[in-house]
């Protein structure tokens, strides 16, 4: 199962990682060693790396770095690192996070269009050979301009009126923690022990400002799962459905309403209660 977590390393054991974001050695030797690091780990193994830093701007977060090594992408693996560099940008107050990129690469500018980042600004002729880049086409595009992205977290002109805890109790706390933070993705961003008898974890779901609550502890046990009883994550794409169901690591079931056969696909969490991943954005 892949986490994410901070980096508290020496940066340079980062440096193959930085270098496949941004191929300018002298580039990345002028801010590798700000702000913080975000990892996604296979066990001992790091994968991918997410760089956040103080933005430009009051109230504002940049992504400066992001990458996944070559043999792991295309699984999830980058969408894990935004969302909880998200999420913790959303819970510190931030107001917008932004980000740069090259508009040669359309790949990498639908992957955070998909992640609900707008276009922002054209700086021209920043990829030079005098700042360190090889002349390169990408699909035929020369590597010239760089593009801005932001994205806006309402924190600070869209106050929130509603927040919404889905609460839920279980004697396997640790196995549903895994099945939802590692497997469907949702970023853990607190949690308490012994609390009255209690004990507990947050769940985020990314992007929404909503969570799960997770508790064990006290006198009642798990409560009756039914087939109806549904959490629904609309994900917006097939291949973020296929990540997700891969690092379930479990069977899907059919679901008791035909429609979630046709449109979604339906998997049992360790008690037995049901979650349909949709590869669509949900439409009033």
Not at 63 to 89: E, M
């Amino acid at each position: 199962m892949v986490t994410v977590d901070w980096f508290e390393g020496p940066r340079e054991a980062l440096d193959g990682l930085f270098a496949l974001a941004d191929e300018s050695p002298a580039a990345v030797l002028g801010y590798r060693d700000l702000g913080r690091v975000l990892v996604a780990r296979d066990g001992a193994e790091i994968v991918g790396h997410l760089q956040l830093i103080c933005g430009a701007r009051a109230g504002e977060a940049e992504v400066k770095s992001l990458a996944v090594r070559s043999d792991r992408q295309g699984r999830g693996i980058g969408r894990l690192l935004v969302d909880r560099a998200v999420a913790v940008c959303r819970a510190e107050g931030v107001s917008t996070v932004v980000l740069s990129t090259s508009p040669a690469d359309a790949r990498v500018l639908h992957f955070y269009q998909r992640l609900g980042f707008r276009l922002l600004r054209v700086v021209r002729d920043v990829f030079t050979p005098e700042a360190g880049y090889r002349e390169v086409e990408i699909d035929g595009v020369p590597l010239r301009d760089q593009v801005w992205l932001s994205l806006s977290l309402g924190t600070a002109s869209r106050p929130e009126t509603v927040q919404l805890r889905v609460a839920r109790h279980t004697e396997r706390l640790g196995e549903l923690v895994r099945f939802y933070r590692d497997g469907l993705g949702l970023t853990e961003i607190g949690g308490f022990s012994d609390h009255g008898g209690y004990s507990g974890v947050f769940l985020e779901v990314p992007g929404t400002g909503a969570h799960l609550e997770l508790t064990a502890g006290g006198d009642h046990g798990t409560p009756a799962a039914h087939p109806e009883s549904l959490l629904v994550f609309y994900l917006g794409e097939e291949e973020a459905v296929r990540a997700a169901s891969e690092r379930l690591g479990v069977e899907p079931v059919a679901a008791a309403n035909p429609y979630w056969n046709e449109h979604g696909t339906t998997f049992e969490d360790p008690d037995g209660f049901r979650v349909v991943l949709v590869p669509e954005r949900w439409r009033f």
